[in-house]
């Protein structure tokens, strides 16, 4: 007997894995094929009842009721099987009319299985149909029996009966729900409506909810647009399901995506809140993000990297796969195609639209390098039309995840630390170099170096230090965290404000228009930047620049100004100065130039490349053209565009040639079309050169030597030979040689024992200068 019923339950058990098996299947067909299939099975019994002569309206109305009720059990069995307890039930209407002289009565008892068939789905944990069945019965019972002594009290009774075992039914649920886990009762509610995949897991799968699924995503520090465009993802899932619900057409809700962004601002965290929210509307069938990158796809021969790729994605299915830095798939930077990374992007994409319904593909990385890669394959930007753009964290965001990471390290910092720290971050974010310590990463390890740091300290101090020495960091503990993280960026303490860099540029001397042409930029810059603050349309900003001019009149010098002013509003990360001539720029054979002008390129980012003398990268003088240079041109108009956030490029030259060289290249000109024009000296400046260059080497002129000064300045700027001399090098070049005349001077009266007052030391005189002119002029 015993036996018996084990092979029963076990028969009972095989049946429902075969029904649960059907109907994994019927909700794997789009919803289309179920329509369609519908309809021919619909028009095929009409038409066969034809063909036999039968009655056609009958055998539409009777295959229609067939067709309705297997489309409820497989959408919900649990109601299909109350629906037949119910029916059942209202077969016995002949009984009730033979038992009750009054219809009305009979019609009272035959309705009572509506509210008990409600009041039983009402009840979770035990099965309705039963339910439904257990209260009928005696309910019909007792009626029948009652109905001997009086009819209407036969109705109370029934209905009393019914009420008594719904309540008892009621009970047992409670008590099974308490005995159940929540793996099983996770799967009773899945009984109640679509099924769940048959498959082996063994780990039981968390309950989540999709509003804590959103609460873990408003959790995040920043990323206000991340989180809006995710809950508008929520939403219209949401929307579709009550859409489908309703009877209307849903359409298939958004499954790949593309997060844009720099390193650090939480697109792997986002990621996995993404799979919770499908998860808890049911479009995943876990709540899993597997991670991967080229070196999980590509293989080390063609035909590997499918496997490969097909091994991840097999991984993945039923989650979410997760591919940062995907644009790395395709390498093309040795001048060849990628297969092997072609091929895994072509398996990747088959595998996005055949697993569709059962996976979602997160492809992530730079937003310049992910725009290419897209671009680089229609499929992709078909299949991937969805893009969520990360920002760069400010600095209060920063500060708020440095406090949080050293909440959940039990550590705590002081005050003025904590004042210190927003500083630090401030005056990062105005450097622009947020993105290139890496956001949340470089806060990340600010706290542990400041740890370290701290630990250091607290060890070296020697005693027994307290539980608070222990914990606790300050301001010295940060700040030399801080300066270790950002060692590596050249000129990074050297930055001035804009104020500092405006005034180096006053003090030069002469360049009016230039002066007022730099401040002029420096206005535009600074409003720009109030604008985007606020929210504002700004418009592109001018990041190259063409410096016309001849030799010696300052263009390098206020290169490195533009330098300093752009790094103080946070334009460039650093205001350093890397200086190129065509030398540093042309490679000695095709393919080598390229090469060539990256890497200077890559030296100067951050900062400002300044190339002299620019028109020399186009020589015509070349029979058949000048193809190194026009290499080294087109490499760096790309660079100019591509890295425009990160440099700043100033072409220099005499004013002539570059309007040739610029007229040369529709791309120069329109990329370097901020013309900074640097008049020859005047006599008096010149003058005023020469002095500032005596003074700042703790010299001077006295006053016979400043009119002999004026006098050699007037005449040649009077001939015209001051741009030939160099404009302020010549200057230069008078005060070292007059500078090295009185020094030669004064040795030879040492020499004869006369000794020099501190005067004579750092005084020039009229003999000094007119000595120099005439070594300068060759006499």
Same mark, same amino acid.
Not at 90 to 109: I, N, R, S, Y
Not at 769 to 777: G, I, N, Y
């Given at each position: 007997?015993?036996?018996?019923? !084990?092979? +029963?339950?076990?028969?009972?058990?095989?049946?429902?894995?075969?029904?649960?098996?059907?109907?994994?299947?019927?909700?794997?067909?789009?919803?289309?094929?179920?329509?369609?299939?519908?309809?021919?099975?619909?028009?095929?019994?009409?038409?066969?009842?034809?063909?036999?002569?039968?009655?056609?309206?009958?055998?539409?109305?009777?295959?229609?009721?067939?067709?309705?009720?297997?489309?409820?059990?497989?959408?919900?069995?649990?109601?299909?099987?109350?629906?037949?307890?119910?029916?059942?039930?209202?077969?016995?209407?002949?009984?009730?009319?033979?038992?009750?002289?009054?219809?009305?009565?009979?019609?009272?008892?035959?309705?009572?299985?509506?509210?008990?068939?409600?009041?039983?789905?009402?009840?979770?944990?035990?099965?309705?149909?039963?339910?439904?069945?257990?209260?009928?019965?005696?309910?019909?019972?007792?009626?029948?029996?009652?109905?001997?002594?009086?009819?209407?009290?036969?109705?109370?009774?029934?209905?009393?009966?019914?009420?008594?075992?719904?309540?008892?039914?009621?009970?047992?649920?409670?008590?099974?729900?308490?005995?159940?886990?929540?793996?099983?009762?996770?799967?009773?509610?899945?009984?109640?409506?679509?099924? &769940?995949?048959?498959?082996?897991?063994?780990?039981?799968?968390?309950?989540?909810?999709?509003?804590?699924?959103?609460?873990?995503?408003?959790?995040?520090?920043?990323?206000?647009?991340?989180?809006?465009?995710?809950?508008?993802?929520?939403?219209?899932?949401?929307?579709?399901?009550?859409?489908?619900?309703?009877?209307?057409?849903?359409?298939?809700?958004?499954?790949?995506?593309?997060?844009?962004?720099?390193?650090?601002?939480?697109?792997?965290?986002?990621?996995?809140?993404?799979?919770?929210?499908?998860?808890?509307?049911?479009?995943?069938?876990?709540?899993?993000?597997?991670?991967?990158?080229?070196?999980?796809?590509?293989?080390?021969?063609?035909?590997?990297?499918?496997?490969?790729?097909?091994?991840?994605?097999?991984?993945?299915?039923?989650?979410? *796969?997760?591919?940062?830095?995907?644009?790395?798939?395709?390498?093309?930077?040795?001048?060849?195609?990628?297969?092997?990374?072609?091929?895994?992007?072509?398996?990747?994409?088959?595998?996005?639209?055949?697993? +569709?319904?059962?996976?979602?593909?997160?492809?992530?990385?730079?937003?310049?390098?992910?725009?290419?890669?897209?671009?680089?394959?229609?499929?992709?930007?078909?299949?991937?039309?969805?893009?969520?753009?990360?920002?760069?964290?400010?600095?209060?965001?920063?500060?708020?995840?440095?406090?949080?990471?050293?909440?959940?390290?039990?550590?705590?910092?002081?005050?003025?630390?904590?004042?210190?720290?927003?500083?630090?971050?401030?005056? @990062?974010?105005?450097?622009?170099?947020?993105?290139?310590?890496?956001?949340?990463?470089?806060?990340?390890?600010?706290?542990?170096?400041?740890?370290?740091?701290?630990?250091?300290?607290?060890?070296?101090?020697?005693?027994?230090?307290?539980?608070?020495?222990?914990?606790?960091?300050?301001?010295?503990?940060?700040?030399?965290?801080?300066?270790?993280?950002?060692? !590596?960026?050249?000129?990074?303490?050297?930055?001035?404000?804009?104020?500092?860099?405006?005034?180096?540029?006053?003090?030069?001397?002469?360049?009016?228009?230039?002066?007022?042409?730099?401040?002029?930029?420096?206005?535009?810059?600074?409003?720009? +930047?109030?604008?985007?603050?606020?929210?504002?349309?700004?418009?592109?900003?001018?990041?190259?620049?063409?410096?016309?001019?001849?030799?010696?009149?300052?263009?390098?010098?206020?290169?490195?100004?533009?330098?300093?002013?752009?790094?103080?509003?946070?334009?460039?990360? !650093?205001?350093?100065?890397?200086?190129?001539?065509?030398?540093?720029?042309?490679?000695?054979?095709?393919?080598?130039?390229?090469?060539?002008?990256?890497?200077?390129?890559?030296?100067?980012?951050?900062?400002?490349?300044?190339?002299?003398?620019?028109?020399?990268?186009?020589?015509?003088?070349?029979?058949?053209?000048?193809?190194?240079?026009?290499?080294?041109?087109?490499?760096?108009?790309? +660079?100019?565009?591509?890295?425009?956030?990160? *440099?700043?490029?100033?072409?220099?030259?005499?004013?002539?040639?570059?309007?040739?060289?610029?007229?040369?290249?529709?791309?120069?000109?329109?990329?370097?079309?901020?013309?900074?024009?640097?008049?020859?000296?005047?006599?008096?400046?010149?003058?005023?050169?020469?002095?500032?260059?005596?003074?700042?080497?703790?010299?001077?002129?006295?006053?016979?030597?400043?009119?002999?000064?004026?006098?050699?300045?007037?005449? @040649?700027?009077?001939?015209?030979?001051?741009?030939?001399?160099?404009?302020?090098?010549?200057?230069?070049?008078?005060?070292?040689?007059?500078?090295?005349?009185?020094?030669?001077?004064?040795?030879?009266?040492?020499?004869?024992? &006369?000794?020099?007052?501190?005067?004579?030391?750092?005084?020039?005189?009229?003999?000094?200068?007119?000595?120099?002119?005439?070594?300068?002029?060759?006499?």
């Amino acid at each position: 007997m015993q036996e018996s019923s !084990r092979t +029963r339950a076990a028969g009972r058990a095989a049946v429902r894995d075969l029904f649960e098996q059907v109907r994994v299947r019927y909700f794997r067909l789009p919803p289309a094929a179920r329509r369609v299939m519908y309809v021919v099975v619909l028009v095929g019994s009409v038409g066969l009842s034809v063909a036999l002569g039968g009655a056609p309206d009958k055998t539409f109305l009777i295959t229609f009721a067939v067709l309705s009720f297997v489309a409820l059990a497989l959408h919900f069995p649990r109601a299909a099987a109350t629906l037949l307890v119910v029916a059942a039930w209202a077969c016995l209407l002949p009984v009730f009319e033979v038992l009750f002289q009054a219809p009305f009565t009979a019609t009272l008892l035959l309705l009572l299985a509506l509210p008990v068939a409600a009041g039983a789905h009402l009840i979770r944990w035990v099965a309705p149909w039963v339910t439904a069945l257990l209260a009928l019965v005696p309910a019909g019972a007792l009626a029948a029996a009652v109905s001997l002594v009086s009819e209407s009290l036969a109705v109370w009774v029934a209905y009393g009966a019914a009420a008594a075992v719904l309540g008892y039914r009621f009970l047992l649920a409670r008590r099974a729900r308490s005995e159940l886990t929540a793996e099983e009762q996770v799967r009773v509610r899945a009984r109640e409506g679509r099924p &769940e995949p048959v498959a082996d897991k063994a780990p039981a799968l968390p309950q989540i909810s999709v509003e804590e699924a959103l609460a873990e995503l408003d959790g995040m520090i920043g990323l206000a647009p991340v989180k809006e465009q995710v809950r508008s993802i929520a939403a219209s899932i949401e929307a579709s399901r009550l859409r489908a619900e309703a009877g209307y057409t849903a359409g298939r809700p958004t499954r790949h995506f593309v997060f844009l962004g720099p390193p650090g601002t939480g697109k792997t965290s986002v990621a996995r809140t993404l799979a919770k929210i499908f998860y808890a509307f049911g479009l995943l069938e876990t709540p899993y993000v597997v991670e991967g990158q080229r070196a999980d796809l590509v293989g080390e021969f063609l035909g590997a990297t499918a496997i490969k790729t097909n091994e991840l994605v097999d991984r993945a299915l039923g989650g979410v *796969l997760f591919i940062d830095e995907a644009y790395g798939l395709i390498n093309s930077s040795d001048g060849q195609p990628d297969r092997f990374g072609a091929e895994a992007v072509q398996t990747l994409l088959k595998r996005a639209e055949d697993d +569709r319904d059962r996976l979602i593909i997160i492809l992530a990385g730079y937003e310049q390098e992910m725009t290419a890669f897209l671009s680089s394959n229609p499929g992709l930007a078909s299949r991937f039309a969805t893009r969520v753009r990360f920002p760069t964290y400010s600095a209060g965001e920063l500060a708020e995840i440095t406090e949080l990471l050293q909440r959940q390290r039990g550590d705590t910092m002081r005050p003025e630390a904590r004042a210190a720290l927003l500083g630090m971050f401030e005056d @990062v974010q105005r450097r622009g170099l947020v993105d290139e310590l890496g956001n949340a990463r470089f806060a990340r390890s600010l706290v542990e170096a400041a740890a370290q740091a701290r630990d250091v300290r607290v060890v070296g101090a020697g005693g027994t230090p307290t539980t608070e020495d222990l914990v606790t960091t300050t301001t010295a503990d940060v700040t030399k965290a801080f300066d270790e993280l950002t060692a !590596r960026f050249r000129g990074y303490v050297a930055t001035p404000t804009l104020e500092e860099a405006l005034a180096d540029l006053d003090r030069m001397a002469g360049l009016a228009p230039v002066k007022r042409q730099v401040h002029a930029i420096a206005a535009q810059l600074q409003v720009a +930047r109030m604008r985007q603050e606020r929210g504002l349309p700004t418009p592109p900003q001018m990041r190259h620049f063409v410096f016309v001019g001849p030799p010696g009149t300052g263009k390098t010098t206020v290169a490195r100004v533009v330098g300093r002013v752009f790094a103080a509003l946070g334009l460039l990360a !650093r205001p350093d100065v890397v200086e190129a001539h065509r030398a540093d720029l042309v490679g000695q054979h095709l393919g080598a130039t390229a090469i060539k002008t990256n890497e200077l390129v890559d030296r100067a980012l951050g900062g400002v490349l300044f190339i002299d003398e620019a028109y020399s990268l186009v020589n015509p003088g070349y029979s058949g053209g000048d193809a190194f240079g026009a290499e080294a041109v087109q490499t760096l108009l790309k +660079r100019a565009e591509d890295d425009r956030d990160r *440099l700043v490029i100033v072409l220099a030259g005499y004013q002539r040639e570059m309007d040739v060289f610029l007229a040369s290249n529709p791309g120069l000109a329109s990329r370097f079309n901020q013309r900074v024009t640097f008049p020859s000296y005047a006599p008096r400046e010149l003058s005023e050169i020469a002095v500032l260059l005596a003074e700042q080497a703790g010299d001077r002129f006295d006053e016979e030597a400043l009119g002999d000064l004026d006098e050699v300045f007037t005449w @040649v700027c009077g001939e015209r030979l001051i741009d030939g001399l160099g404009n302020g090098r010549f200057a230069r070049s008078l005060f070292e040689r007059a500078a090295m005349r009185r020094d030669v001077r004064l040795a030879a009266l040492a020499s004869r024992g &006369e000794s020099a007052s501190s005067a004579d030391l750092t005084t020039i005189t009229s003999d000094d200068v007119r000595t120099a002119v005439d070594e300068l002029s060759g006499r």
